[in-house]
């Protein structure tokens, strides 16, 4: 063979190795393309599950929020409806409680004794430091006389509604509490003309009064602890009043 038929036949192999290799590179490359295909429409196919599972877990939460909502609803109208049987009950019981205070007070008014759970006139001053200044004046006798006639005075002053010796004192964050105003000049002439206990006994009627019935100001009849100087309990009433039934 002569080498000019020889490198023809060298020059159609390599062409052929040509075609050969990139034949092969295009069938890679189509797989390649098929491959990404294929990745591209499983990746569409999961985004449309998403979606889809968005979509129903979104249904399914607000599904839940409804029954929630719902039995939410349906629990706050059973509490209302209990609060407000609660709040009937409490009246009740509450006007109940009065109206046997009141009859507990109305029966210890009768026995008059000096027993350390007893009624107490709020608001009434107290007799008993006007007759101790005017001891100091007058005899025994003509002082219990003497007493009475500034004291009532007195009484007849605290009933004026107008008049308001009173001021509110701080006692700790945002805590008020009503005090004797001791600048106030006609409650210091009681103080200049009969001393300082007079002075706490006419304060002291004016605080009642404004505690118990500050508008009209008159005497109110109250069960009264007066060995610890407080208002005494329906329970303490009660036993001060059985044990004069079993003394009788």
């Known amino acids: 063979m002569s080498s000019e038929c020889a490198d023809k036949q060298n020059h159609v192999i390599d062409c052929q190795r040509v ?11 189509e797989k ?32 839940k929020l409804q029954e929630l909502t719902k ?18 009950k409490e009246r009740e019981i509450n006007d109940e409680l ?13 026995l008059g004794s000096r027993a350390p759970v007893r009624v107490k006139r ?24 003497q007493a009475s006639i500034p004291c009532t005075d007195w009484q007849n002053e605290i009933k004026d509604p107008n008049w308001f010796p009173f001021v509110n004192v701080k006692v700790r964050d945002d805590v008020y509490e ?40 008159y005497v109110v009849s109250e069960l009264w602890n007066f060995k610890e100087g407080r208002k005494a309990t329906l329970k303490e009433g009660i036993q001060r009043l059985i044990k004069s039934k079993k003394k009788k």
């Open 71 to 88: 039995d939410l609803k349906e629990e706050t109208q059973h509490l209302e409806a209990l609060n407000q049987t609660l709040t009937v």
């Open 178 to 217: 009503t005090k004797i105003d001791e600048e106030d000049e006609k409650l210091s002439r009681s103080r200049n003309e009969m001393g300082d206990e007079v002075f706490k006994a006419v304060a002291t009627a004016l605080l009642e009064l404004n505690e118990y019935n500050g508008s009209a100001r």
């Open 32 to 63: 390649k393309l098929d491959a990404k295909d294929k990745l591209e429409l499983e990746v569409e196919m999961l985004r449309g599950k998403l979606k889809a599972l968005t979509y129903m877990a979104d249904l399914e939460s607000k599904k």
């Open 122 to 145: 709020m608001g009434e001053i107290d007799l008993k430091p006007f007759q101790d200044a005017c001891k100091k004046k007058y005899t025994a006798d003509e002082a219990e006389v």
């Open 98 to 110: 009065q109206d046997a205070r009141k009859e507990l007070i109305k029966e210890l008014k009768e």
């Open 19 to 29: 075609k050969e290799a990139r034949l092969r590179e295009r069938i890679e490359e």
